[in-house]
């Protein structure tokens, strides 16, 4: 038997594939699949039930719509349409490329974190500091976001030698 929790997350990403394709209510066709892999009849119809989309009658769905609700109300938690959340990422790296010595910026985990890098030669320590509390207070004051963004800079020296 899995844990309800590993059935739950597969249930929950195959019924998202399998909603568009064939045009059925995403918590029916999760319920569904739930049936495929779990014994339990209850946690099966929970599936279903999260969404109002059947009748409510087990307190375990009360409960699964409870966590559904507060687990989609995290950062990036939720569908988003796909070009905006694109472009939103793409912005964010943005605000970083207007910084001098900035040589590369990436958005990550789900724009919640961007990591910059700099050029060593050109940005001291003190600067590197500088510039991410400059581009934390950019993306606070120009963007748009859900959560916090953790702003990241990373100033690396490297230095090789070949002995022969």
């Known amino acids: 038997m899995h844990s309800v929790e590993n059935v739950a997350r597969r249930v929950h990403y195959a019924g998202k594939e399998a909603d568009e394709e064939t045009g059925m209510r ?10 495929k892999y779990v014994e339990k009849p209850e946690v099966c119809k929970s599936f279903g039930e999260h969404h109002d989309e059947m009748e409510m009658i087990s307190l375990i769905s009360t409960i699964v719509q409870g966590c559904d609700a507060s687990s989609g109300a995290r950062p990036g938690a939720r569908r988003m349409v796909a070009d905006s959340y694109i472009q939103r990422l793409k912005d964010l790296e943005n605000v970083a490329y207007d910084f001098d010595g900035v040589t590369k910026a990436y958005a990550i985990q789900a724009g919640r974190e961007l990591r910059v890098m700099v050029e060593s030669e050109k940005v001291t320590d003190a600067m590197a500091a500088q510039i991410s509390y400059d581009i934390s207070q950019k993306i606070q004051t120009e963007m748009t ?20």
């Open 145 to 164: 976001y859900p959560g916090q963004v953790k702003v990241t800079v990373i100033r690396e020296l490297r230095s090789v030698n070949v002995a022969k």
């Open 26 to 35: 995403h918590a029916t066709v999760r319920m569904r699949c739930g049936e």
